[in-house]
């Protein structure tokens, strides 16, 4: 489960979350599903044998695409 910094730190810091104590970057915090279909699809093209070249192109020219088109943050 992520944190707050004022549950971490004892005070009333900035909201900040947190995952395995690494802080989370902005666009998981607000995307995450995005995140972790993304980080699926490369896995699986990983898997089947592409190049990892490769398998970054296409995830960016599919899914990266998606993703930009949001909302910005």
């Known amino acids: 489960m992520g944190k707050l910094a ?6 009333a ?13 902005t666009a998981l915090r607000k995307y995450p599903e995005a995140h972790i279909r993304m ?5 699986k093209l990983m898997a ?3 190049s990892t ?3 970054r192109k296409r995830v ?3 899914l990266g695409v998606e993703f930009r088109s949001k909302e910005p943050i």
């Open 60 to 62: 960016d020219a599919t």
């Open 39 to 43: 980080r699926d699809e490369f896995s």
């Open 13 to 25: 810091a900035a909201k900040e979350a947190f995952r395995s104590d690494n802080p989370l970057p």
């Open 53 to 55: 070249f490769d398998v």
């Open 6 to 11: 004022a549950d971490r730190f004892g005070g």
């Open 48 to 50: 089947s044998g592409m």
